[in-house]
């Protein structure tokens, strides 16, 4: 599948997980991992991007017991851009299920 | 590959690509690691599951207008706002730094002042007291003296670096190029936080327990509560 294409979707995963709750990047990294084809380390320039791009912050937690962790969290222009995306994507994808199925249906 | 091969490796890829908060990135790779060990797996697969360092640090580059709907793009009146606001903030600023002089010279004027009553006076001119309380008001100047360090140097750290995130604020909004912002809060490394923390400790308990004997030992001597009559400070 093409490399950009695939890094939108995965984007739109981590802003899924962040719009539930707040993660450190090694809970998104697992998340990802665990569900889709991707190398563990591909998530933290995603976290980046979406750091720069405005749609997620960072703030430092200190845990009992250890250095303290760095916590992302969705902002209030990331939920519009989630939201948004969202819609877009399974917009799209009933399209494309729609298309397929009639080339099963033309058979 | 292991941990200390494929961090050294990120680094410099991170470095070739000129990618910034390279040591931000790089704390957050070793947290990966430390995590992915207290599950008990090999740094050897660690490293192979996280992908090439090069190729990770190249997926670090965030090109400019690489999705364009989402820049908000400067347009004139912005990027002439911003030049005002910088006139501004300059004035601001110099008088922020200024006073990093100002408290690191209270600092050492404290530290010269104490060191100097403790040593029996000189250009102090002390009223009458025994020579041993003179001796712990100025061991007290010397622990204020540290506080006061410790405070300017947390001070100089935090104009610093909301000078820093100042910066490459204006940056992304004038040119193109896209970074993450910069806390305005310092993050400093653990030793010297521990360090710092433990300067300003002391210094504390050094002034309050010189500054009580001091006043406690001047009773005693005086025979009084009020020392000070005793002894003609005041007429």
């Known amino acids: ?107 | 590959m292991n941990k200390e091969q494929y961090l050294v490796a990120l680094k410099k890829a991170l470095c070739a690509n000129r990618v910034e908060d390279i040591d931000d990135i790089i704390s957050e790779y070793d947290e990966h690691f430390a995590h992915k060990l207290s599950d008990g797996y090999p740094e050897e697969e660690i490293a192979a599951r996280l992908e090439k360092p090069e190729i990770i640090a190249r997926q670090f580059v965030i090109e400019p207008g690489a999705d364009p709907h989402r820049r908000r793009g400067a347009n004139v009146f912005i990027k002439t706002g911003v030049i005002f606001l910088d006139i501004i903030l300059f004035v601001l600023d110099a008088v922020l730094f200024a006073f990093i002089a100002v408290f690191g010279a209270a600092a050492a004027g404290l530290t010269a002042a104490g060191a100097c009553v403790a040593a029996g006076g000189g250009f102090f001119p002390m009223p009458v007291m025994p020579a041993a309380a003179r001796i712990l008001i100025g061991v007290s100047a010397l622990g204020l003296s540290g506080l006061v360090a410790v405070g300017t140097i947390y001070y100089a750290l935090f104009v610093t670096q909301i000078n820093r995130a100042y910066f490459r604020w204006h940056r992304g909004v004038l040119t193109e190029r896209i970074s993450p912002p910069l806390s305005t809060a310092p993050r400093l490394g653990g030793k010297l936080k521990r360090r710092l923390r433990g300067v300003a400790l002391i210094s504390l308990l050094v002034f309050i327990a010189a500054i009580v004997a001091a006043f406690v030992l001047m009773n005693i001597s005086a025979g009084a509560f009020e020392f000070w009559h005793v002894w003609h400070w005041f007429e």
């Open chain 1, 1 to 107: 599948m093409n490399v950009q294409f695939k890094k939108g979707v995965f984007e739109l995963c981590v802003l899924a997980l962040l719009n539930e709750k707040d993660c450190y990047g090694y809970d998104v990294s697992e998340f990802l991992s665990r569900h889709m084809d991707i190398s563990d380390g591909t998530v933290y320039p995603i976290l980046r991007r979406l750091k720069a791009e405005g749609l997620v912050t960072t703030y430092l937690s200190e845990e009992s017991g250890g250095p303290p962790r760095k916590y992302y969290r969705i902002t209030e222009l990331g939920r519009r851009e989630y939201t948004a995306a969202r819609r877009e994507w399974l917009d799209f994808v009933k399209t494309v299920r729609r298309l397929l199925k009639g080339e099963d249906g033309n058979e």
